[in-house]
T-cell receptor, first 114, second 112 residues
Framework: DTEVTQTPKHLVMGMTNKKSLKCEQHMGHRAMYWYKQKAKKPPELMFVYSYEKLSINESVPSRFSPECPNSSLLNLHLHALQPEDSALYLC?????????????FGSGTQLSVL | GNSVTQMEGPVTLSEEAFLTINCTYTATGYPSLFWYVQYPGEGLQLLLKATKADDKGSNKGFEATYRKETTSFHLEKGSVQVSDSAVYFCALSEGGSEKLVFGKGTKLTVNP
């Protein structure tokens, strides 16, 4: 299994809603990542988890709350988002930190905030 | 800081045409260089990579050579197919870093 699975594929939420994005991998990777990709823009790194601990937060607003409950799962909890947060949210994993050349990306969750 | 500059798209070609997408980079050290491809509605897939100067990455008929003297990593393919239609991102990472710095992407459309 060489896949990173993200659910849901599409999500529409209001600014007062609370929702979560889920990412799963069964490759034994110990580093997991969240990227945000706005329309027609390149992906931008949000968070990095290494061995289930948050190791990088790229100054992301607190309305985005990541969680890594175990080595296979990565969640992104969303609360009080703004319309400008609408984007494709991509999860990725790698064997360890410092291995950008071996990142596996999921297909993403397309988020629309109304 | 590190940055990647790609040629502006979109690029429209006929099937079997030759493809070049230019990419240049700025980095403080000796980065690894990548090309990623994103098909419509999907995430990113690593297309090819090169980790040191003069390395050539290749995959699925695509090639790119790491040119330190010109700080470039241009993507080429001799004969494109309709199925190559996608957005192509050039990216770099500094050694030992998991952080990828992407270019803005180039949308390629190949017509039959």
């Amino acid at each position: 299994d060489t896949e990173v699975t993200q659910t849901p594929k599409h999500l529409v939420m209001g600014m007062t809603n609370k929702k979560s994005l889920k990412c799963e991998q069964h490759m034994g990777h110990r580093a997991m990542y969240w990227y945000k990709q706005k329309a027609k823009k390149p992906p931008e790194l949000m968070f990095v988890y290494s061995y289930e601990k948050l190791s990088i937060n790229e100054s992301v607003p607190s309305r985005f709350s990541p969680e890594c409950p175990n080595s296979s799962l990565l969640n992104l909890h969303l609360h009080a988002l703004q319309p400008e947060d609408s984007a494709l949210y991509l999860c990725a994993s790698s064997q360890d930190r410092g291995r950008a050349e071996k990142l596996f990306f999921g297909s993403g969750t397309q988020l629309s905030v109304l | 800081g590190n940055s990647v500059t790609q040629m502006e798209g979109p690029v429209t070609l006929s099937e079997e045409a030759f493809l070049t997408i230019n990419c240049t980079y700025t980095a403080t050290g000796y980065p690894s260089l990548f090309w990623y491809v994103q098909y419509p509605g999907e995430g990113l897939q690593l297309l090819l990579k090169a980790t040191k100067a003069d390395d050539k990455g290749s995959n699925k008929g695509f090639e790119a050579t790491y040119r330190k003297e010109t700080t470039s990593f241009h993507l080429e393919k001799g004969s494109v197919q309709v199925s190559d239609s996608a957005v192509y991102f050039c990216a770099l990472s500094e050694g030992g870093s998991e952080k990828l710095v992407f270019g803005k992407g180039t949308k390629l459309t190949v017509n039959p």
